[in-house]
């Protein structure tokens, strides 16, 4: 059964940073773009980026052209996502998606505290 399953959340004080990662498996990763996407409370599901099947045209949302950075392994069915200098503002639940087959994650809480 295909799947993407996310991991990588956690509680982290401002200025610091997460690597959230993204396993996909039952299916092949390579040829399709994926994005990640956060929920922050109440607030709807937003883009965060998104990159092509190779791996070297990231888009980023204009919040997250700073901090953030997506990546991806083809040869390891992951997908990556690196957050750095977390604001209290990042904090959400951070999806990974495989637009073409219109599947979700289940997410992973990031929450950023001091």
């Known amino acids: 059964q295909a799947q993407l399953v996310e991991s990588g959340g956690g509680v982290v004080e401002p200025g610091g940073s997460l690597t959230l990662s993204c396993v996909a498996s039952?299916?092949?990763?390579?040829?399709?773009?994926m994005s990640w996407h956060r929920q922050s409370p109440g607030k709807a599901r937003e883009l965060v980026a998104s990159?092509?099947?190779?791996?070297?045209?990231?888009n980023y949302v204009p919040y997250a052209k700073d901090r953030f950075t997506i990546s991806r392994d083809n040869t390891k069915n992951i997908l990556y996502l690196r957050i750095d200098d977390l604001q209290p503002e990042d904090t959400g639940v951070y999806y990974c998606?495989?637009?073409?087959?219109?599947?979700w994650g289940q997410g992973t809480q990031v929450t950023v505290s001091s």
């Open positions: 990159i092509n099947p190779d791996g070297d045209e990231p």
């Open positions: 039952g299916f092949g990763f390579g040829p399709f773009t």
């Open positions: 998606r495989c637009p073409f087959k219109a599947m």
